[in-house]
Nanobody, 115 residues
Framework: QAQLVESGGGLVEPGGSLRLSCVAS????????MDWFRQAPGKQRELVAA???????NYADSVRDRFTISRDNAKNTAYLQMNNLKPEDTAVYYC?????????WGKGTLVTVSS
């Protein structure tokens, strides 16, 4: 059974950095495009960053130049490096894997940016 497990969230001060990880199991990871979404309290879930199976990346305007998505197919892991964090980045961050008709979600990891 396919599974995604996020980690790396926590409390960080404005201007700080965090690296989120998403470990996949039960799937051929290299086939899948990987996305990071986030959902802040009272707001809709939004796409933050995406990486295709071939390594092409895309970012929401709000995080471009601050966040970097990457993947390590040998470790079945996707990453989200977040720098210069702002209070408005506070949210639960979710990992998503999709390929053809397959679509999987992790349970999320909480990122809180506050002084």
């Amino acid at each position: 059974q396919a599974q995604l497990v996020e980690s790396g969230g926590g409390l960080v001060e404005p201007g700080g950095s965090l690296r989120l990880s998403c470990v996949a199991s039960g799937m051929t990871f290299s086939h899948y495009a990987m996305d990071w979404f986030r959902q802040a309290p009272g707001k809709q879930r939004e796409l933050v960053a995406a990486i295709t199976s071939g390594g092409t990346t895309n970012y929401a305007d709000s995080v471009r130049d601050r966040f970097t998505i990457s993947r390590d197919n040998a470790k079945n892991t996707a990453y989200l490096q977040m720098n210069n964090l702002k209070p408005e980045d506070t949210a639960v961050y979710y990992c998503n894997a999709h390929w053809a008709w397959y679509d999987y979600w992790g349970k999320g990891t909480l990122v809180t940016v506050s002084s």
